[in-house]
């Protein structure tokens, strides 16, 4: 069983930067992918960044620019860089494991841009 712990959420201003983390516990094998979805308020979830098993990062193209993936293997660590924010850059932010085929979720972080 793995276990995901996100932190770093909160409210900024536009244009400022937050830094996300996830922490991952448990039996940690296997791993196919590890990376961060979004929910934006009233909106379906989705992919914001992710890192394949090969280590080949991919990100939405909302996001690319301005956000960086990156992971920590020793660590058992992923963060999330995300600069030059936007308004609609405001959800709650997931952090997940794709273990085998199985899916893992932390509990989200909000994260809040005003305008």
């Known amino acids: 069983q793995v276990q995901l712990v996100e932190s770093g959420g909160g409210l900024v201003q536009a244009g400022g930067s937050l830094r996300l983390s996830c922490a991952a516990s448990g039996i940690i094998r296997s791993i196919n992918a590890i990376g961060w979805y979004r929910q934006p308020p009233g909106k379906q979830r989705e992919l914001v960044a992710a890192i394949g098993s090969g280590g080949r990062t991919n990100y939405a193209d909302s996001v690319k620019g301005r956000f960086t993936i990156s992971a920590d293997s020793a660590k058992n660590t992923v963060g999330l860089q995300m600069n030059s924010l936007k308004p609609e850059d405001t959800a709650v932010y997931y952090c997940?494991?794709?273990?085998?085929?199985?899916?893992?979720w932390g509990q989200g972080t909000q994260v809040t841009v005003s305008s």
């Open positions: 997940y494991i794709i273990q085998y085929t199985t899916y893992y």
